[in-house]
Protein backbone atom coordinates (compact mmCIF):
# COMPACT_ATOMS: atom_id res chain seq x y z
CA UNK A 1 0.00 0.00 0.00
CA UNK A 2 2.81 2.38 1.14
CA UNK A 3 4.47 1.14 -1.70
CA UNK A 4 1.70 2.30 -4.34
CA UNK A 5 1.22 5.36 -2.81
CA UNK A 6 4.93 6.39 -2.88
CA UNK A 7 5.04 5.25 -6.34
CA UNK A 8 2.02 7.01 -7.18
CA UNK A 9 3.06 9.92 -6.14
CA UNK A 10 6.62 10.17 -7.35
CA UNK A 11 4.55 9.78 -11.13
CA UNK A 12 2.30 13.08 -9.88
CA UNK A 13 5.88 14.79 -9.36
CA UNK A 14 7.01 14.13 -12.95
CA UNK A 15 3.90 14.96 -14.28
CA UNK A 16 3.57 18.39 -12.83
CA UNK A 17 7.00 18.82 -13.46
CA UNK A 18 6.92 17.99 -17.61
CA UNK A 19 3.67 20.13 -17.14
CA UNK A 20 5.82 22.76 -15.89
CA UNK A 21 8.22 23.06 -18.69
CA UNK A 22 6.06 22.73 -21.04
CA UNK A 23 3.89 25.64 -20.77
CA UNK A 24 6.51 28.26 -21.90
CA UNK A 25 7.00 25.93 -25.10
CA UNK A 26 3.41 25.97 -25.51
CA UNK A 27 2.84 29.82 -24.92
CA UNK A 28 5.19 30.71 -27.76
CA UNK A 29 3.37 28.52 -30.07
CA UNK A 30 0.44 30.16 -29.04
CA UNK A 31 1.97 33.63 -30.21
CA UNK A 32 3.18 32.66 -32.70
CA UNK A 33 -0.77 31.77 -33.41
CA UNK A 34 -1.21 35.12 -34.55
CA UNK A 35 -2.14 35.87 -31.43
CA UNK A 36 -5.59 33.63 -31.17
CA UNK A 37 -6.03 33.67 -27.45
CA UNK A 38 -4.04 36.51 -25.75
CA UNK A 39 -3.89 35.07 -22.05
CA UNK A 40 -1.87 36.40 -19.90
CA UNK A 41 0.43 33.88 -17.61
CA UNK A 42 -1.68 32.80 -14.76
CA UNK A 43 0.87 30.95 -13.49
CA UNK A 44 2.37 34.20 -12.89
CA UNK A 45 -0.20 35.82 -11.29
CA UNK A 46 -1.45 32.96 -8.79
CA UNK A 47 2.47 32.95 -7.69
CA UNK A 48 1.61 36.93 -6.86
CA UNK A 49 -0.93 35.91 -4.89
CA UNK A 50 0.61 33.04 -2.92
CA UNK A 51 3.59 35.74 -2.35
CA UNK A 52 1.11 38.30 -0.64
CA UNK A 53 -1.46 36.18 1.15
CA UNK A 54 0.80 33.14 2.11
CA UNK A 55 -2.58 31.48 1.65
CA UNK A 56 -3.41 30.55 -1.77
CA UNK A 57 -7.47 31.71 -2.42
CA UNK A 58 -9.23 29.00 -3.98
CA UNK A 59 -10.32 29.22 -7.38
CA UNK A 60 -13.73 30.60 -7.28
CA UNK A 61 -15.07 28.14 -9.55
CA UNK A 62 -13.45 25.08 -8.41
CA UNK A 63 -16.45 23.50 -6.92
CA UNK A 64 -14.84 22.98 -3.48
CA UNK A 65 -17.03 21.22 -1.02
CA UNK A 66 -16.06 23.12 1.69
CA UNK A 67 -16.60 26.79 -0.16
CA UNK A 68 -19.27 28.97 1.80
CA UNK A 69 -20.44 29.79 -1.98
CA UNK A 70 -20.63 27.36 -4.57
CA UNK A 71 -20.19 29.40 -7.95
CA UNK A 72 -21.22 27.70 -11.65
CA UNK A 73 -18.54 29.54 -13.73
CA UNK A 74 -18.79 30.16 -17.49
CA UNK A 75 -16.74 28.97 -19.19
CA UNK A 76 -16.93 25.80 -17.14
CA UNK A 77 -13.77 24.44 -15.80
CA UNK A 78 -11.66 27.36 -15.47
CA UNK A 79 -8.74 27.64 -13.53
CA UNK A 80 -6.91 30.70 -15.29
CA UNK A 81 -9.12 33.46 -13.88
CA UNK A 82 -10.86 34.00 -17.11
CA UNK A 83 -14.67 33.36 -16.52
CA UNK A 84 -16.47 35.91 -17.30
CA UNK A 85 -20.09 34.58 -15.69
CA UNK A 86 -20.25 33.51 -12.42
CA UNK A 87 -23.52 31.97 -10.49
CA UNK A 88 -23.14 31.84 -6.82
CA UNK A 89 -25.43 29.83 -4.49
CA UNK A 90 -25.10 30.48 -0.91
CA UNK A 91 -26.54 27.57 1.50
CA UNK A 92 -25.30 28.54 4.75
CA UNK A 93 -25.71 31.20 7.44
CA UNK A 94 -22.14 31.67 8.31
CA UNK A 95 -20.76 34.02 5.74
CA UNK A 96 -19.44 36.89 7.25
CA UNK A 97 -18.59 39.88 5.83
CA UNK A 98 -14.88 39.26 6.71
CA UNK A 99 -15.19 35.39 5.60
CA UNK A 100 -11.54 34.26 4.16
CA UNK A 101 -13.81 32.52 1.11
CA UNK A 102 -14.26 36.11 -0.65
CA UNK A 103 -10.71 35.67 -1.35
CA UNK A 104 -11.38 33.64 -4.12
CA UNK A 105 -12.63 36.43 -6.04
CA UNK A 106 -9.01 37.65 -6.51
CA UNK A 107 -8.56 34.68 -8.82
CA UNK A 108 -11.54 35.38 -11.51
CA UNK A 109 -11.15 39.57 -12.01
CA UNK A 110 -12.55 39.30 -15.47
CA UNK A 111 -15.86 38.27 -14.37
CA UNK A 112 -18.76 40.35 -16.76
CA UNK A 113 -21.84 38.88 -14.83
CA UNK A 114 -22.21 37.60 -11.38
CA UNK A 115 -25.07 36.30 -9.18
CA UNK A 116 -25.50 35.64 -5.76
CA UNK A 117 -28.51 33.59 -4.92
CA UNK A 118 -29.29 32.46 -1.07
CA UNK A 119 -30.77 29.44 -1.05
CA UNK A 120 -32.45 26.95 2.38
CA UNK A 121 -31.35 28.52 5.13
CA UNK A 122 -28.28 30.33 3.56
CA UNK A 123 -28.02 34.35 5.26
CA UNK A 124 -26.68 37.04 3.62
CA UNK A 125 -27.14 40.12 5.01
CA UNK A 126 -25.13 42.61 3.45
CA UNK A 127 -23.68 43.51 0.08
CA UNK A 128 -20.18 42.43 -0.33
CA UNK A 129 -18.84 45.72 -1.89
CA UNK A 130 -15.40 44.70 -1.00
CA UNK A 131 -15.77 41.89 -3.75
CA UNK A 132 -17.68 44.25 -6.53
CA UNK A 133 -15.13 47.46 -6.29
CA UNK A 134 -12.07 45.43 -7.68
CA UNK A 135 -14.38 43.56 -10.31
CA UNK A 136 -13.42 46.18 -13.36
CA UNK A 137 -15.47 44.30 -15.89
CA UNK A 138 -18.29 43.95 -13.84
CA UNK A 139 -21.44 44.90 -16.07
CA UNK A 140 -24.30 42.58 -14.37
CA UNK A 141 -24.89 42.18 -11.32
CA UNK A 142 -27.80 39.99 -9.03
CA UNK A 143 -28.11 39.74 -5.79
CA UNK A 144 -31.56 37.65 -4.83
CA UNK A 145 -33.18 36.08 -2.01
CA UNK A 146 -31.17 37.29 0.72
CA UNK A 147 -31.84 39.22 4.02
CA UNK A 148 -30.39 42.82 3.74
CA UNK A 149 -32.45 45.40 5.03
CA UNK A 150 -30.57 48.43 4.38
CA UNK A 151 -28.15 49.28 1.16
CA UNK A 152 -25.83 51.65 2.40
CA UNK A 153 -23.65 54.46 1.00
CA UNK A 154 -21.37 53.07 -1.84
CA UNK A 155 -22.77 49.46 -1.60
CA UNK A 156 -22.14 48.79 -5.21
CA UNK A 157 -18.76 50.67 -5.09
CA UNK A 158 -17.71 54.52 -6.47
CA UNK A 159 -16.68 54.46 -9.92
CA UNK A 160 -17.41 50.83 -11.35
CA UNK A 161 -18.19 50.32 -14.82
CA UNK A 162 -21.63 48.41 -13.81
CA UNK A 163 -24.19 48.45 -16.00
CA UNK A 164 -27.27 46.56 -14.60
CA UNK A 165 -28.15 45.97 -10.92
CA UNK A 166 -30.80 43.48 -9.83
CA UNK A 167 -31.99 42.97 -6.62
CA UNK A 168 -34.85 41.26 -6.38
CA UNK A 169 -36.54 39.48 -2.83
CA UNK A 170 -33.62 40.90 -0.62
CA UNK A 171 -36.07 42.15 1.94
CA UNK A 172 -34.43 45.79 1.74
CA UNK A 173 -36.46 48.12 4.02
CA UNK A 174 -33.85 51.42 3.26
CA UNK A 175 -32.13 53.23 0.45
CA UNK A 176 -29.67 55.22 2.33
CA UNK A 177 -28.07 58.17 0.77
CA UNK A 178 -25.25 57.61 -1.90
CA UNK A 179 -26.40 53.84 -1.72
CA UNK A 180 -26.38 54.17 -6.06
CA UNK A 181 -24.00 56.79 -6.66
CA UNK A 182 -21.36 57.36 -9.24
CA UNK A 183 -21.93 54.34 -12.23
CA UNK A 184 -22.01 56.51 -14.97
CA UNK A 185 -22.89 53.11 -17.05
CA UNK A 186 -25.53 51.78 -15.14
CA UNK A 187 -28.91 51.45 -17.09
CA UNK A 188 -30.91 49.40 -15.18
CA UNK A 189 -31.70 49.37 -11.41
CA UNK A 190 -33.91 47.02 -10.52
CA UNK A 191 -35.16 46.42 -6.63
CA UNK A 192 -38.60 44.91 -7.10
CA UNK A 193 -40.31 42.98 -4.75
CA UNK A 194 -38.80 43.99 -1.50
CA UNK A 195 -40.03 45.75 1.58
CA UNK A 196 -38.99 49.48 0.99
CA UNK A 197 -40.37 52.16 2.72
CA UNK A 198 -37.82 54.74 2.74
CA UNK A 199 -35.99 56.04 -0.22
CA UNK A 200 -33.07 58.66 0.98
CA UNK A 201 -33.37 62.14 -1.15
CA UNK A 202 -29.97 61.26 -1.85
CA UNK A 203 -30.12 57.89 -2.51
CA UNK A 204 -29.60 58.03 -6.74
CA UNK A 205 -26.85 60.57 -7.74
CA UNK A 206 -24.61 60.79 -10.64
CA UNK A 207 -26.57 57.99 -12.73
CA UNK A 208 -26.46 59.97 -16.25
CA UNK A 209 -27.05 57.02 -17.85
CA UNK A 210 -29.65 55.34 -15.61
CA UNK A 211 -33.25 54.73 -18.16
CA UNK A 212 -35.31 51.95 -16.28
CA UNK A 213 -36.32 52.16 -12.51
CA UNK A 214 -38.07 49.68 -11.27
CA UNK A 215 -39.44 49.95 -7.49
CA UNK A 216 -42.49 47.34 -7.92
CA UNK A 217 -43.79 45.94 -5.46
CA UNK A 218 -42.28 47.22 -2.10
CA UNK A 219 -44.22 49.15 0.80
CA UNK A 220 -43.04 52.56 -0.32
CA UNK A 221 -45.95 54.64 0.92
CA UNK A 222 -44.61 58.36 0.66
CA UNK A 223 -41.54 59.54 -2.08
CA UNK A 224 -39.53 62.73 -1.17
CA UNK A 225 -39.22 65.40 -3.50
CA UNK A 226 -36.71 65.75 -5.32
CA UNK A 227 -35.69 61.64 -5.21
CA UNK A 228 -35.29 61.08 -8.87
CA UNK A 229 -33.53 64.60 -9.48
CA UNK A 230 -30.94 64.53 -12.22
CA UNK A 231 -32.35 60.92 -13.79
CA UNK A 232 -31.62 62.96 -17.19
CA UNK A 233 -31.81 59.63 -19.01
CA UNK A 234 -34.72 58.23 -17.46
CA UNK A 235 -37.33 56.75 -19.83
CA UNK A 236 -39.30 53.94 -17.68
CA UNK A 237 -39.90 54.16 -14.20
CA UNK A 238 -42.13 51.69 -12.35
CA UNK A 239 -43.83 52.17 -8.68
CA UNK A 240 -46.74 49.73 -9.31
CA UNK A 241 -47.78 47.54 -6.24
CA UNK A 242 -46.78 50.22 -3.55
CA UNK A 243 -48.84 51.99 -1.23
CA UNK A 244 -47.94 55.42 -2.10
CA UNK A 245 -51.49 57.67 -1.65
CA UNK A 246 -50.36 61.05 -2.31
CA UNK A 247 -48.12 62.54 -5.26
CA UNK A 248 -47.36 65.96 -5.82
CA UNK A 249 -45.45 67.85 -8.75
CA UNK A 250 -42.04 67.67 -7.08
CA UNK A 251 -42.26 63.92 -6.67
CA UNK A 252 -41.10 63.66 -10.18
CA UNK A 253 -39.04 66.75 -11.12
CA UNK A 254 -36.21 66.88 -13.22
CA UNK A 255 -36.93 63.21 -14.78
CA UNK A 256 -38.35 64.98 -18.13
CA UNK A 257 -37.39 62.70 -20.53
CA UNK A 258 -39.54 59.86 -18.53
CA UNK A 259 -41.82 58.05 -21.23
CA UNK A 260 -43.43 55.33 -19.30
CA UNK A 261 -45.05 55.39 -15.40
CA UNK A 262 -45.87 52.92 -13.67
CA UNK A 263 -48.35 53.91 -10.73
CA UNK A 264 -51.00 51.44 -10.65
CA UNK A 265 -51.97 49.37 -7.52
CA UNK A 266 -51.61 51.95 -5.25
CA UNK A 267 -53.73 54.04 -2.69
CA UNK A 268 -53.82 57.05 -4.75
CA UNK A 269 -57.23 58.74 -3.80
CA UNK A 270 -57.13 62.02 -5.59
CA UNK A 271 -55.34 63.77 -8.75
CA UNK A 272 -54.57 67.63 -8.45
CA UNK A 273 -53.50 70.21 -11.11
CA UNK A 274 -50.27 70.03 -12.83
CA UNK A 275 -49.55 67.10 -10.76
CA UNK A 276 -47.39 65.56 -13.18
CA UNK A 277 -46.43 68.59 -15.48
CA UNK A 278 -42.68 68.30 -15.05
CA UNK A 279 -43.44 65.17 -17.14
CA UNK A 280 -43.51 66.59 -20.42
CA UNK A 281 -41.97 63.44 -22.62
CA UNK A 282 -44.42 60.91 -20.84
CA UNK A 283 -46.41 58.67 -23.37
CA UNK A 284 -47.40 56.00 -21.25
CA UNK A 285 -49.18 56.46 -17.36
CA UNK A 286 -50.77 53.65 -16.02
CA UNK A 287 -53.04 54.72 -12.81
CA UNK A 288 -55.21 51.65 -12.66
CA UNK A 289 -55.64 49.89 -9.79
CA UNK A 290 -56.16 52.69 -7.46
CA UNK A 291 -58.71 54.30 -5.25
CA UNK A 292 -58.97 57.03 -7.21
CA UNK A 293 -62.07 59.78 -6.67
CA UNK A 294 -61.20 63.12 -8.21
CA UNK A 295 -59.16 64.26 -10.58
CA UNK A 296 -59.58 67.89 -10.98
CA UNK A 297 -59.84 69.33 -14.42
CA UNK A 298 -55.91 70.36 -14.74
CA UNK A 299 -54.43 67.47 -13.26
CA UNK A 300 -53.19 66.21 -16.96
CA UNK A 301 -51.69 69.40 -17.80
CA UNK A 302 -48.66 69.28 -20.06
CA UNK A 303 -48.66 65.87 -20.81
CA UNK A 304 -49.07 66.75 -24.69
CA UNK A 305 -47.37 63.85 -26.02
CA UNK A 306 -49.33 60.97 -23.63
CA UNK A 307 -50.50 58.29 -25.91
CA UNK A 308 -51.84 55.54 -23.17
CA UNK A 309 -53.64 56.31 -19.52
CA UNK A 310 -54.95 53.34 -17.85
CA UNK A 311 -56.97 54.31 -15.01
CA UNK A 312 -59.06 50.90 -14.61
CA UNK A 313 -60.30 49.82 -11.51
CA UNK A 314 -60.66 53.31 -9.45
CA UNK A 315 -63.96 54.89 -8.03
CA UNK A 316 -64.59 58.03 -9.48
CA UNK A 317 -67.83 58.92 -10.35
CA UNK A 318 -68.03 61.54 -12.56
CA UNK A 319 -65.61 63.61 -14.78
CA UNK A 320 -64.41 67.47 -15.23
CA UNK A 321 -65.45 68.76 -18.64
CA UNK A 322 -61.58 69.62 -19.52
CA UNK A 323 -59.99 66.25 -18.17
CA UNK A 324 -58.57 65.01 -21.86
CA UNK A 325 -57.95 69.01 -23.09
CA UNK A 326 -54.52 68.80 -22.27
CA UNK A 327 -53.86 65.18 -24.12
CA UNK A 328 -54.35 65.22 -27.36
CA UNK A 329 -52.08 62.52 -28.29
CA UNK A 330 -54.17 60.15 -26.42
CA UNK A 331 -55.16 56.83 -28.79
CA UNK A 332 -55.60 54.47 -25.51
CA UNK A 333 -57.85 55.30 -22.84
CA UNK A 334 -59.14 52.52 -20.17
CA UNK A 335 -61.45 53.85 -17.75
CA UNK A 336 -63.09 50.57 -17.39
CA UNK A 337 -64.47 49.89 -13.41
CA UNK A 338 -64.84 53.14 -11.97
CA UNK A 339 -68.62 54.64 -10.75
CA UNK A 340 -68.70 56.73 -13.51
CA UNK A 341 -72.27 57.85 -14.66
CA UNK A 342 -71.62 59.48 -17.53
CA UNK A 343 -69.50 60.74 -19.63
CA UNK A 344 -69.82 63.63 -21.63
CA UNK A 345 -69.55 64.68 -25.05
CA UNK A 346 -67.49 67.70 -23.89
CA UNK A 347 -65.56 65.59 -22.01
CA UNK A 348 -64.37 62.92 -24.63
CA UNK A 349 -64.24 65.58 -27.62
CA UNK A 350 -60.33 66.71 -27.60
CA UNK A 351 -59.64 62.53 -28.07
CA UNK A 352 -62.65 62.27 -31.26
CA UNK A 353 -60.53 62.91 -34.14
CA UNK A 354 -57.39 60.21 -32.73
CA UNK A 355 -60.15 57.97 -31.61
CA UNK A 356 -61.60 57.36 -35.13
CA UNK A 357 -58.68 56.02 -36.27
CA UNK A 358 -57.95 52.12 -36.49
CA UNK A 359 -55.18 51.93 -33.96
CA UNK A 360 -57.16 53.44 -31.28
CA UNK A 361 -58.95 51.69 -28.28
CA UNK A 362 -60.98 52.89 -25.42
CA UNK A 363 -62.26 51.09 -22.76
CA UNK A 364 -65.64 52.26 -21.05
CA UNK A 365 -67.67 49.16 -19.66
CA UNK A 366 -68.38 48.41 -16.00
CA UNK A 367 -69.45 51.81 -15.05
CA UNK A 368 -72.80 53.29 -13.55
CA UNK A 369 -73.60 54.66 -16.61
CA UNK A 370 -77.24 56.49 -16.88
CA UNK A 371 -78.61 55.69 -20.44
CA UNK A 372 -79.83 59.13 -21.50
CA UNK A 373 -78.24 61.77 -24.36
CA UNK A 374 -75.18 62.43 -22.34
CA UNK A 375 -73.73 59.05 -23.92
CA UNK A 376 -75.31 59.60 -27.41
CA UNK A 377 -71.55 60.35 -28.67
CA UNK A 378 -70.50 56.20 -28.35
CA UNK A 379 -73.30 55.74 -31.06
CA UNK A 380 -71.44 57.74 -33.51
CA UNK A 381 -68.10 56.63 -32.51
CA UNK A 382 -69.07 52.87 -33.03
CA UNK A 383 -69.80 54.07 -36.34
CA UNK A 384 -67.28 55.95 -37.00
CA UNK A 385 -64.66 53.85 -35.95
CA UNK A 386 -62.51 51.52 -38.14
CA UNK A 387 -61.38 49.45 -35.07
CA UNK A 388 -63.53 46.04 -34.90
CA UNK A 389 -62.26 45.62 -31.30
CA UNK A 390 -63.32 49.46 -30.13
CA UNK A 391 -66.59 48.85 -31.63
CA UNK A 392 -66.95 45.63 -30.28
CA UNK A 393 -65.95 46.89 -26.33
CA UNK A 394 -68.35 50.03 -26.96
CA UNK A 395 -71.26 47.50 -28.01
CA UNK A 396 -70.86 46.03 -24.60
CA UNK A 397 -71.58 49.08 -22.98
CA UNK A 398 -74.16 48.44 -20.41
CA UNK A 399 -76.39 51.42 -18.49
CA UNK A 400 -79.10 51.51 -16.00
CA UNK A 401 -82.06 53.46 -17.12
CA UNK A 402 -82.62 56.93 -15.05
CA UNK A 403 -84.51 56.38 -11.75
CA UNK A 404 -87.91 58.36 -11.69
CA UNK A 405 -88.64 60.77 -9.19
CA UNK A 406 -90.69 59.20 -6.78
CA UNK A 407 -93.16 60.96 -4.65
CA UNK A 408 -92.18 60.13 -1.58
CA UNK A 409 -95.50 59.85 0.85
CA UNK A 410 -95.60 56.06 0.79
CA UNK A 411 -91.66 56.38 2.95
CA UNK A 412 -92.79 54.10 5.76
CA UNK A 413 -94.18 51.81 3.13
CA UNK A 414 -91.44 51.19 1.47
CA UNK A 415 -89.45 50.71 4.09
CA UNK A 416 -91.67 47.55 5.05
CA UNK A 417 -91.07 46.10 1.99
CA UNK A 418 -86.99 46.76 2.11
CA UNK A 419 -87.11 44.98 5.34
CA UNK A 420 -89.44 42.23 4.09
CA UNK A 421 -86.93 41.68 0.96
CA UNK A 422 -83.58 42.75 1.72
CA UNK A 423 -81.82 42.58 -1.68
CA UNK A 424 -85.23 43.49 -3.72
CA UNK A 425 -83.31 46.95 -4.26
CA UNK A 426 -80.06 45.56 -5.73
CA UNK A 427 -81.66 42.53 -8.10
CA UNK A 428 -83.81 45.02 -9.80
CA UNK A 429 -80.95 47.50 -10.33
CA UNK A 430 -78.73 44.93 -12.10
CA UNK A 431 -82.29 44.11 -13.90
CA UNK A 432 -82.85 47.58 -15.03
CA UNK A 433 -79.49 47.52 -16.70
CA UNK A 434 -79.40 47.15 -20.64
CA UNK A 435 -76.71 46.94 -23.36
CA UNK A 436 -77.03 51.15 -24.19
CA UNK A 437 -77.09 50.80 -27.86
CA UNK A 438 -79.70 48.47 -28.14
CA UNK A 439 -81.67 51.16 -27.60
CA UNK A 440 -82.32 54.02 -30.01
CA UNK A 441 -80.23 56.77 -29.81
CA UNK A 442 -83.18 59.21 -30.55
CA UNK A 443 -85.30 58.03 -27.72
CA UNK A 444 -82.23 58.09 -25.10
CA UNK A 445 -84.23 60.49 -22.52
CA UNK A 446 -82.98 63.81 -22.59
CA UNK A 447 -83.64 65.82 -19.09
CA UNK A 448 -83.30 70.20 -19.72
CA UNK A 449 -79.87 70.54 -18.50
CA UNK A 450 -78.41 67.85 -20.92
CA UNK A 451 -80.16 68.66 -24.22
CA UNK A 452 -77.98 72.05 -25.27
CA UNK A 453 -74.78 69.65 -25.58
CA UNK A 454 -77.07 66.70 -27.31
CA UNK A 455 -78.74 69.08 -29.79
CA UNK A 456 -76.14 70.68 -31.11
CA UNK A 457 -73.31 68.71 -32.54
CA UNK A 458 -74.11 67.03 -36.13
CA UNK A 459 -72.07 64.27 -36.65
CA UNK A 460 -69.72 65.94 -38.55
CA UNK A 461 -69.01 68.18 -35.72
CA UNK A 462 -68.29 65.58 -33.58
CA UNK A 463 -65.00 64.98 -35.07
CA UNK A 464 -63.50 67.95 -33.22
CA UNK A 465 -64.54 71.00 -35.14
CA UNK A 466 -67.45 71.57 -32.45
CA UNK A 467 -67.33 74.75 -30.69
CA UNK A 468 -70.87 74.91 -29.78
CA UNK A 469 -70.18 75.26 -25.83
CA UNK A 470 -67.74 77.87 -26.40
CA UNK A 471 -70.30 79.82 -28.68
CA UNK A 472 -73.09 78.78 -26.24
CA UNK A 473 -70.99 80.41 -23.41
CA UNK A 474 -69.62 83.30 -25.57
CA UNK A 475 -73.69 83.84 -26.18
CA UNK A 476 -73.88 83.96 -23.07
CA UNK A 477 -70.76 86.18 -22.02
CA UNK A 478 -71.82 88.73 -24.95
CA UNK A 479 -75.36 89.31 -23.82
CA UNK A 480 -73.92 90.08 -20.05
CA UNK A 481 -71.75 92.36 -21.55
CA UNK A 482 -75.23 94.16 -23.30
CA UNK A 483 -76.81 94.35 -20.43
CA UNK A 484 -73.81 96.26 -18.31
CA UNK A 485 -73.66 98.50 -20.82
CA UNK A 486 -77.28 99.45 -20.96
CA UNK A 487 -77.68 99.80 -17.17
CA UNK A 488 -74.14 102.03 -17.39
CA UNK A 489 -76.00 103.69 -20.10
CA UNK A 490 -79.31 104.28 -18.12
CA UNK A 491 -77.62 105.08 -14.80
CA UNK A 492 -75.40 107.50 -16.68
CA UNK A 493 -78.06 109.23 -18.16
CA UNK A 494 -79.77 109.72 -15.14
CA UNK A 495 -76.89 111.43 -13.37
CA UNK A 496 -76.55 113.48 -15.57
CA UNK A 497 -80.74 114.30 -15.72
CA UNK A 498 -80.07 114.66 -12.01
CA UNK A 499 -77.03 116.81 -12.13
CA UNK A 500 -79.31 119.16 -14.64
CA UNK A 501 -82.26 119.37 -12.74
CA UNK A 502 -80.16 120.84 -9.81
C1 LIG B 1 -28.14 36.60 9.15
O1 LIG B 1 -26.91 37.17 9.58
C2 LIG B 1 -27.02 38.38 10.29
C3 LIG B 1 -25.63 38.91 10.62
O2 LIG B 1 -24.66 38.04 10.29
C4 LIG B 1 -27.83 38.16 11.56
O3 LIG B 1 -28.00 39.38 12.24
C5 LIG B 1 -29.19 37.60 11.17
O4 LIG B 1 -29.93 37.29 12.34
C6 LIG B 1 -29.04 36.33 10.35
N1 LIG B 1 -30.34 35.90 9.90
C7 LIG B 1 -30.70 34.64 9.79
C8 LIG B 1 -32.08 34.37 9.30
O5 LIG B 1 -29.98 33.73 10.12
C1 LIG C 1 -15.50 58.20 -4.82
O1 LIG C 1 -14.50 58.43 -5.77
C2 LIG C 1 -14.11 59.80 -5.88
C3 LIG C 1 -13.13 59.95 -7.01
O2 LIG C 1 -12.26 58.89 -7.05
C4 LIG C 1 -13.58 60.26 -4.54
O3 LIG C 1 -13.24 61.64 -4.62
C5 LIG C 1 -14.58 60.06 -3.45
O4 LIG C 1 -14.05 60.39 -2.18
C6 LIG C 1 -15.05 58.60 -3.43
N1 LIG C 1 -16.12 58.47 -2.46
C7 LIG C 1 -16.21 57.42 -1.66
C8 LIG C 1 -17.29 57.49 -0.64
O5 LIG C 1 -15.47 56.47 -1.73
C1 LIG D 1 -30.71 43.88 -17.09
O1 LIG D 1 -31.00 42.60 -16.57
C2 LIG D 1 -32.35 42.20 -16.74
C3 LIG D 1 -32.56 40.90 -16.00
O2 LIG D 1 -31.61 39.95 -16.35
C4 LIG D 1 -32.66 42.10 -18.24
O3 LIG D 1 -34.00 41.73 -18.43
C5 LIG D 1 -32.40 43.45 -18.88
O4 LIG D 1 -32.59 43.40 -20.26
C6 LIG D 1 -30.99 43.95 -18.58
N1 LIG D 1 -30.86 45.31 -19.06
C7 LIG D 1 -29.79 45.79 -19.68
C8 LIG D 1 -29.82 47.22 -20.07
O5 LIG D 1 -28.84 45.08 -19.92
C1 LIG E 1 -24.55 55.53 -21.76
O1 LIG E 1 -25.05 54.42 -22.48
C2 LIG E 1 -24.83 54.45 -23.87
C3 LIG E 1 -25.48 53.26 -24.47
O2 LIG E 1 -26.84 53.29 -24.19
C4 LIG E 1 -23.33 54.48 -24.13
O3 LIG E 1 -23.10 54.56 -25.51
C5 LIG E 1 -22.71 55.67 -23.43
O4 LIG E 1 -21.34 55.64 -23.57
C6 LIG E 1 -23.06 55.65 -21.96
N1 LIG E 1 -22.60 56.87 -21.31
C7 LIG E 1 -21.72 56.88 -20.32
C8 LIG E 1 -21.40 58.21 -19.73
O5 LIG E 1 -21.24 55.86 -19.91
C1 LIG F 1 -53.69 56.64 -37.12
O1 LIG F 1 -52.67 56.25 -36.22
C2 LIG F 1 -51.44 55.96 -36.84
C3 LIG F 1 -50.50 55.41 -35.78
O2 LIG F 1 -50.80 55.88 -34.53
C4 LIG F 1 -50.92 57.21 -37.52
O3 LIG F 1 -49.70 56.93 -38.16
C5 LIG F 1 -51.93 57.71 -38.53
O4 LIG F 1 -51.50 58.91 -39.08
C6 LIG F 1 -53.29 57.90 -37.85
N1 LIG F 1 -54.26 58.21 -38.88
C7 LIG F 1 -55.11 59.22 -38.79
C8 LIG F 1 -56.08 59.35 -39.89
O5 LIG F 1 -55.10 59.99 -37.84
Known amino acids: ?81 KAHKAECWIFRSDLSIRDPDWTAFHTQTQLQSLVFSVHGSGNLSFIPTSVIQPLKHLEKLTIEYAQIHEIFGFAFGNFTRIHNISLPNNQIRVISAYAFANHMELQELNICRNEIYEIDPFAFINLPNLSRL ?66 WSLIELDLGHNVIEIITGRAFDGLNNLKRLKLDYNRMKSLEPGTFAPTPALTYLNLMRNSLESITMITIQPLMNNLVNHTSMMLIKDNDFICDCRLAWIYDLRNLTKNFELRYSLEEVECRKPREEKPSLDVGYENVLKQQNDYSDDESNDDEKVNLLTLQKRELPCPQEYREQFEHPSTREFIGFDLSWIRSSATKICSQSLWILILALVSHSYCTLTAYLR
Not at 248 to 276: A, P
Open 1 to 81: MKIKMAALSHMLYTIILLYLCAIPIESRHRERDRKKHREPSSLASQQHHIIESKVMPINLCSKQRDMKLMCHCTPDNNDNG
Open 214 to 279: NLERNRIEMLHEDTFENLDKLSELSLSHNIIDVITRETFKGIGNLWILKLDNNKLRYLGDNMFSEL
